[in-house]
């Protein structure tokens, strides 16, 4: 039995205000499976918060954002709407992996300890197979030499690539990545996009707000830009950044290419 | 940071690499070339430390000074030695040491639970907790060593349902001790724990929720270990400042060290001597708790800086080193 394929990501109408401020104004947008999303714009559009929405780091005001098929954040009875419990919530965050600008290492684990964290915490795995999986995450985003050093010790791209291993560790659907190189040295950018680029090509399904337009256009799918908390434009990344249709685009390009 | 054993692939960097390269590496190969000479080191006579030395003397003059007046003052010293290991006196340095610890931990345990209901979102937790720290924070501790002890005057039978006894026969001078101490230092516990679990970045409760653990298992594992290392240097303060505490309890009859040591003056009437005695054993317990409280904070360092700072040793060793070095970089003798 054959369904129409589920979504990875959908968003239907979702609005997010903080106070007085409006900052998602209706977005609506679909994420297949297996896809590499980016999402791009200036800062201030709305696009993290749209990422930590996915998530439920942020509750959204209005509007239906659903997960493979799950609603965030709320459950469905009838026409009702009820709001999930802590536990609950945690339960869906296991299968987002989520990658910050700032990386958020735990600073008082060694960059294996980072990694084993979430599966024996909250997956209950065994720690000596926890270890086995961590050090060969660390070995894949080339850090097999470095998995006693504490995150104070490695380097900001280094960093980040065990923070990759670290949300990798819990087996994710799906991974968001908020401005993963925006905190880095030009020169450590590379080795962050190569790991990235090699998810990509191993299927995974993510969501990428960048500012790195040569990486979107290389290994993007699919392109959305946002402004001012709506979605201007959106296609194949090569056909938005070379062929942009709105004006707003255009200007936006202009400055970042 | 170097990045040579980094094997990762980094097919951009080599690509910008090769288009500068002509110029770059031509540039940089003759300076690698020609360094084989270590470089002279700088020879300066270095500044003089005068006034170091002038507030030295200074300083072992007015000490040799009030030495000379404790030695020619009317204490029997062989009085003072002769008690220092006295078996009253042990007890009460023994009881003293014990109902600190006995009172920090529940001042620790307490404080902690305090605070993280204080920075709680329920609201009845939140006002619970701050209505605990405004009357334990807002009242002297003698006063509710005081009321603990004589609680029998107003409830004299203590039923607690499933266990009923006569107050008085409950609330011994140990407990009340301990109840005083503990309870009120639980609300000091609160504020510096609160403090600590505040100082913590936001990012990290975020990570830990991102890759699903639940709140209080992220309190457990993420904010509570990084909040140690704020916490514990004033918590070390609070533990000596609970060593000197403690001597309230001879108020409520608890065998402490002061009061073992004014019970043994109060029969021979050497009152100078006992209390002199009394000061030696709390500087020997409180230079342990500092020695402690040392060890422990550089534990809770690790991961915070990339070298761990010196021990006691290396830095008083340092101190000497440093006030001689005028005379040895210089070359001179001073």
Known sequence: MTTPAVPMVKAEGVHKSFGHAHILKGIDLEVAAGEVFCLVGPSGSGKSTFLRCINHLEKISAGRLSVDGHLVGYRQKGDKLYELKEREVAAQRRDIGMVFQRFNLFPHMTAVENVMEAPVQVKGESKTAARERALKLLERVGLGNRTDNYPSQLSGGQQQRVAIARALAMEPKLMLFDEPTSALDPELVGEVLDVMRGLAEDGMTMVVVTHEMGFAREVGDSLVFMDDGVVVESGHPRDVLTDPQHERTKAFLSKVL | ?334
């Open chain 2, 1 to 334: 940071m170097s990045e040579p054993e980094d094997k990762a692939p980094s097919a951009p960097v080599p690509a910008s690499n090769t288009e500068g390269g002509g110029a770059g590496a031509g540039g940089a190969v003759p300076v690698a070339k020609s360094s084989p000479v270590p470089p002279e080191a700088v020879k300066a006579i270095p500044v003089r430390h005068y006034g170091r030395w002038i507030s030295a003397a200074i300083v072992l003059v007015l000490f040799g000074l009030v030495v000379a007046a404790f030695v020619g003052a009317d204490i029997t010293w062989p009085t003072v030695g002769r008690y220092l290991n006295h078996e009253t006196i042990l007890t009460g340095a023994v009881n003293t040491l014990w109902i600190t610890l006995l009172a920090m931990l529940m001042g620790v345990v307490l404080g902690t639970l305090l605070a993280v209901m204080r920075l709680s979102k329920n609201p009845v937790m939140s006002s619970v907790a701050w209505g605990y720290i405004w009357v334990f924070r807002g009242t002297p501790v003698l006063v509710q060593l005081l009321i603990w002890y004589n609680l029998a005057l107003i409830f004299p039978i203590l039923d607690l349902g499933f266990y009923r006894d006569e107050m008085n026969d409950v609330m011994t001078p140990f407990l009340a001790a301990l109840l005083g101490l503990g309870l009120n230092e639980a609300a000091y516990m609160a504020e510096i724990s609160r403090a600590g679990i505040q100082s913590v970045d936001e990012g990290q409760t975020e990570a830990a929720h991102a890759l699903g653990m639940t709140g209080s298992r992220t309190m457990r594992r993420i904010v509570l270990p990084q909040a140690m290392r704020v916490i514990i240097p004033p918590t070390g303060n609070e533990f000596i400042n609970m060593l000197k505490t403690s001597s309230l309890a001879y108020a409520i009859q608890y065998s402490e060290l002061l009061f073992s040591a004014t019970r043994i003056s109060s029969r021979n009437l050497e009152v100078m001597e006992l209390l002199l005695v009394a000061t030696i054993w709390y500087l020997i317990l409180t230079t342990i708790l500092s020695v402690g409280q040392f060890y422990l904070e550089r534990y809770f360092q690790r991961g915070s800086s990339r070298s761990l700072p010196p021990t006691p040793w290396q830095r008083i060793s340092k101190s000497l080193t440093s006030f001689r070095t005028p005379s040895r970089v210089g070359g001179k003798t001073v």
